[in-house]
């Protein structure tokens, strides 16, 4: 089974800050990796994923993640965050390509002006 | 594509009533997920489906939850006699084909159950 563990449940930032979203995860096989954000009321919108290759993946809205096996972590980061970016942020592993996400219990990112 | 749609958006029903949600995938997407999430917690899985073949049922599907995709296309959850630990966004998602592993989430229907 894998679980994922998101080890900050609120990061305060101020904004033009950099800001790192910690994720580890367990998982005896190899997993894909993700990070999703959720805005009020909304549903999930992808961020990025991890499949193979480069451990530094790029995503939308200019952040970014670094997979490290060695310390199974998955780790997002944004050199300057903006007041838009205030919303929740999930980690994600799958074991395999369609199967079910396992979800962290989430960081609440709050950017203030 | 328009993207998964959810109906309805709330719903607020009484203990032990039954209820029943939509979802409709982004078109020619062959994989359908639910998913329940709790206040302050990440979505869990719930089930999932390969066109109209149900594939996979969480633990959490008790026998009061019963999940449908009759043709391929739109997907229903059922709740019946709902209890109040029923109260959660319950949130469905789709993906195709070779990147199948991305999965796209509706906008969810949150429950409340009196």
Excluded at chain 2, 24 to 50: A, C, K, M, V
Aim: glycine fraction near 8%; aromatic fraction near 12%; charge should be neutral.
């Amino acid at each position: 089974a894998q679980s994922v563990t998101q080890l900050d449940s609120q990061v305060p930032v101020f904004e033009e800050a950099p800001v790192e979203l910690r994720c580890n995860y367990s998982s005896s096989v190899s997993v894909y990796l993700f990070w999703y954000v959720q805005y009020p009321n909304q549903g999930l919108q992808l961020l990025l994923k991890y499949l193979s290759g480069s451990t530094l993946v790029k995503g939308i809205n200019g952040f970014e993640a670094e997979f490290n096996k060695s310390q199974t972590s998955f780790h997002l980061r944004k050199p300057s965050v903006h007041i838009s970016d205030t919303a929740e942020y999930f980690c994600a592993v799958q074991r395999t390509s369609g199967s079910r996400l396992t979800f962290g219990e989430g960081t609440q990112l709050t950017v203030n002006p | 594509d328009t993207g998964v749609s959810q109906d309805p958006r709330h719903k607020i029903t009484k203990r032990g009533q039954n209820v029943t949600f939509r979802c409709d995938p982004i078109s020619e997407h062959n994989r359908l997920y639910w998913y329940r999430q709790t206040l302050g917690q990440g979505p869990e899985f719930l089930t999932y489906f390969q066109n109209e073949a149900q594939l996979e049922k969480s633990r959490l599907l008790s026998d009061r939850f019963s999940a449908e995709r009759p043709k391929g296309s739109f997907s229903t959850l059922e709740i019946q006699r709902t209890e109040q630990g029923d109260s959660a966004m319950y949130l469905c998602a789709s993906s195709f084909g070779a990147n199948q592993e991305t999965q796209y989430f509706g906008p969810g229907t949150r429950l409340l159950v009196l």
